[in-house]
């Protein structure tokens, strides 16, 4: 909320996070598409800008065909956002996406894209001081996605080839520069066999922020604080020459949500509460612990559980391993659906899609 930041900083205090006209530019996806465009990195094609008019909506439908994805332009976490695969679903699809956008964003604005059928979602980590030096700390494959939240993450993507991940780096660093970007942030991508389209920049650290400092090393959160204190990357000894992969990593979401009851959130108190450990296994949480009690009231995220290995594999069979280690009771946890997911072929392979879960109704069987 680049109002927030402006007052914060008004009332003398240090803003951690991208300067306010960076969120201008960046926030609103519909703006963020014009920066790209004017960096000349690939978009989906889209509306030219927020449309508040159905006719608008079937204009672009009737020149570019369907499926077609309706996103709110204020938008993050999956609201606002309707899939049309047909002319009969357009009217209800649009009101639905700007209603809901309304609500949870304050704002209805929306516009329209192609719907990409079985691409991979892949960001970029970025970091800048605001100083004119950026760079990246490599790609996440969030592919893995219901209802277009994330669920599991992974770092770096296991079957993106070089010359895809080189040209999806570079272009994540030219919008960067472009903005004069301060702080963290990361650009999202959408890949398919065609080739990468940018979709948004969140201006923001992100959950899944932990593989990639697992296969970094880097502190996102303490470098986040050492730029809002003025440091410069070069101060921090940080530059793009070392920064080095080291192996895998994988977050799993451990939520108190019933996939079999289409993820339904619950509500309780936790009675046992044991979670796993040892090397390579990372817990970041609050709410989990015995005696804890679960209300509607909040997000229904329990623990982010973030495995690394020296290779894909070796990570996924830690994180599968822990999974299994872990002991909850008193609420129901969406645990037994993850270790179906890590333990599927397509998974193992590396090759799932952003409808992966929507597509595999065995997974819930």
């Known amino acids: 909320n680049a109002d927030f930041a402006r007052k914060v900083e008004a009332a ?24 790209a465009t004017e960096c000349a990195v690939p978009v989906v094609p889209g509306t030219d800008g927020p449309i508040d008019k159905l006719s608008d909506a079937h204009t672009f439908c009737n020149e570019h065909g369907f499926p077609v994805i309706i996103k709110a332009a204020m938008g993050g976490g999956g609201r606002g956002m309707r899939v049309v695969r047909s002319a009969d679903e357009l009217d209800s699809a649009f009101e639905r996406a700007r209603s809901e956008a309304l609500s949870a964003f304050g704002d209805g604005t929306v516009f329209i894209e192609r719907f990409l059928d079985r691409p991979k979602h892949i960001e970029v980590q970025l970091l800048g001081d605001g100083q004119g030096n950026i760079i990246h700390l490599f790609e996440r494959d969030c592919s893995v996605q219901r209802r277009h939240q994330k669920v599991v993450e992974i ?26 970007y301060r702080n963290a942030g990361t650009a999202e991508f959408l890949v398919d066999s065609r080739g990468h389209y940018f979709i948004e920049i969140n201006p923001r650290i992100q959950v899944e922020h932990t593989v990639t400092e697992e296969v970094t090393g880097l502190d996102l959160i303490s470098l986040q604080l050492h730029i809002a204190a003025g440091w410069s990357l070069p101060d921090l000894h940080i530059n793009q020459d070392r920064i080095q992969l080291r192996g895998f990593a994988i977050q799993c979401r451990v939520t108190t949500e019933d996939p079999a009851q289409g993820f339904q959130p619950d509500i309780g108190k936790i009675e046992v509460y044991r979670s796993p450990g040892g090397n390579g296994v990372r817990l970041d949480g609050g709410s989990g612990y015995t005696g804890s009690i679960i209300t509607p009231h909040f997000d229904s995220l329990l623990v982010k559980l973030t495995c690394s290995g020296a290779t894909f ?16 009771s008193g609420v129901k946890t969406n645990m ?17 899609w952003t409808t992966f879960i929507d597509d595999t109704p065995e997974l819930f069987t």
């Open 12 to 35: 003398g205090l240090k803003w951690v996070g991208p300067k306010p006209e960076t969120i201008d530019a960046l926030g609103d996806k519909v703006k963020a598409r014009a920066v």
């Open 155 to 180: 770092a770096p993507a296991p079957t993106l080839d070089k010359a895809m991940r080189d040209a999806i780096l570079a272009d994540a660093v030219k919008i960067a520069e472009h903005v004069n």
């Open 313 to 328: 594999e070796k990570a996924r069979r830690r994180t599968l391993a822990s999974l299994v280690e872990f002991r909850i």
């Open 336 to 352: 037994w659906f993850l270790q179906r997911l890590l333990s599927n072929d397509t998974f193992i392979s590396g090759s799932c």
